[in-house]
């Protein structure tokens, strides 16, 4: 039984979401005392360490689903694309808002990883002892893994995304669901 070349077997996901994981919370921990009053720090971590192993295109296609997808115009393609990369950025920061020493531990993997998907469990664990499960579903490209969905406690990001945007898509507009996209990211950053 000979071992797999190394160009087809793909390595655990883990060892990368760990080191995204660890940069993002040193950058916590170095500016713990600004956060309360900036979380733009915890979105600049997040875009810098978390997004370069996101799936943007992909996660966008499949939140929308393939046909609001393929009647969108390219500019309203790039544009949804952009406002919901804020969104999953907000997503994953929100449960580092309030930064206490927060620590993540990731759970072994319970599946192969040589198939197109695999998903790594995690938990943010707080000070108080408080655990707040975190799951990465994570999907096999040319360039290694990259997240295309995320459950915080359980909830998937894409799903309830998904169900939200195609009920507004139902009476309105791609045009009217950027904006209304663009309005809520607004009223929650302040």
Known sequence: HDALPISWAQSSPVPMLENTATQILATLKQNKSSLKKNHQIIYQAVQRYLLPNVDVNGMSRSVLGRQAWTKASAAERQEFTQVFTELVIRTYASPLAEYTDETVKFLPLRGPTDGRFTRV??????????????????????????????????????????????????NSSMKDLIAQMRKNSTSKAA
């Open 121 to 170: 469990n995690s938990l943010i664990i707080r000070s108080s002892g408080q655990r707040i499960p975190l799951s990465y579903s994570m999907v096999s490209k040319n360039n290694g893994w990259k997240i295309y969905d995320l459950s915080v406690e359980g909830v998937s990001l894409l799903q309830s995304f998904r169900s939200q945007f195609g009920q507004i898509l139902q």
